[in-house]
């Protein structure tokens, strides 16, 4: 018998108790438990990126992340990147901006949620570096030349970590 | 996508797992264990072969631990990617481990995942769709192998990158479960049949790989054929070890993976010792690497490319550790 537990999430800073089945993904809690639909579903087996999050710090598919795994865990999504001032744009999203990083826009806040991992733990990264650890994040629009130069960009400005982090 | 009903368990110390292990089987209950998911969670959204309870050890407290000679199988791809201990000894394991996958991936996979990896194949790996539309196969539903008819096992192909590595350093594998600890070489944990696939019982884990003092000094490296740069499973990877001594190589040891149901290790060649240090040499190697290596059509890449690429694989990594 499926039974359906209260978990008590850590997201973006803040505790949140949410409803899942043993077999919802982390994916699926925060877009229909929670609201968070800035983590997209792209293909759903871990190949595209557009669901990434940082789980403890770490960028990670949410699509193949049990839900119920979560619990003491730091999630944070797209929408904890924000800046507190309304309309306000994190540094990444300004540069990705800027260059013409997005055009569809579905796979943005995969690389964003990424890139925002690499900046974290290097913040003048090569270009080398930053296309090996956007690798993992498809975008069908771009061709990825502007998405690495946004990274780029923020990184120059001193900016990628300011906020959010 | 959906994934099927189960049961989760998330047990936090060993004997508490081996326990809730004994229990379900009791009870007859199929399980799988799952760590990272990557491997197990497409799988089950896909419909292949899910059980009713999973067993995550997300929870479970130890066996994480990278250290020169003892890896835990719950470390982390990733940090085995970056590690700079195991990049001093073993330079093929971390050649290995940063080919696999994506980074986000590797940040979710883990060792003993990827030593556990299940067998892949074009009939298997698809929709429940695609696999009724086409007709069932042995591995998941079916009755017969759609690769090779007339078989009753499974030519479902083995595509771990760390295996290979682990095979030519002659790794051992400590398992535990409801009866106890054990332990066994690398070489023997694999079955040849795809869908069995270890000599494991279903309720042993995997707990830690250890590497031993006497593949110390060991030259390593690891080549992988792969539609891309990365994501991309293995369609045929080449592990090598080996000793330059004396003006000769010695002690030259070459596993392969993505070939057939299991990884390879080729170490009844007759290449062991006194191999000149040369083209020579690595035209040898290449020789028996092409008459060794079967490949099978069932994924990307004719199979004829795939046998071919091992022995270039062979031949270059063997110059490249030569000279190293």
Known sequence: ?165 | MILPAFELHHPTRLPELLELCRTLRAEGRDFDFVAGGTDVLPNYKNRLNPKGDLISLARLEGFDEIETNRIGARARIADLATSSVLGEHWPGLVEAARSIASPTLRNLGTVGGNLCLDTRCHYFNQSEFWRRSKGYCLKADGEDCLVVPQKKICYATYSGDLAPVFLVLDAVLDLAGPQGERSMPLREFYAFDGIRRFRKEPDEICLRIRIPKESEGLRTGYRKLRARDVLEYPVMGVAMGLRVAEGAVRDLRVAVTGSEAIPLHYGDLDLGNGIPPGEEGAEAVKRALLEWVKTYRNVPFPPGYRRAMAGEFGRELFMTLVSA
């Not at chain 1, 619990?71 to 929408?79: P, S």
């Open chain 1, 1 to 165: 018998m499926t039974r359906t537990r209260i978990l008590r999430l850590k997201i973006n800073g803040h505790e949140r108790e949410v409803a899942a089945e043993p077999n919802a993904i982390l994916l699926d809690v925060l877009r229909e438990g929670l609201g968070l639909t800035g983590t997209k579903r792209g293909c759903d087996m871990g190949t595209c990126g557009c669901c990434n999050v940082l789980l403890d710090g770490r960028p990670v598919n949410s699509c193949l992340v049990l839900a119920w795994d979560c619990e003491d865990r730091e999630i944070t999504t797209i929408e904890g990147l924000l800046p507190e001032d309304p309309g306000a744009l994190h540094p990444l999203q300004e540069a990705w901006a800027e260059t013409g990083g997005s055009q569809c826009g579905f796979c943005s806040p995969g690389f964003i949620v990424t890139a925002e991992a690499l900046l974290r733990e290097d913040p003048e990264p090569t270009e080398t570096r930053v296309r090996e650890a956007l690798s993992g994040n498809l975008c069908r629009c771009t061709g990825y030349k502007k998405i690495v130069e946004a990274v780029l960009k923020a990184a120059r400005s001193g900016r990628g970590v300011e906020v959010g982090s």
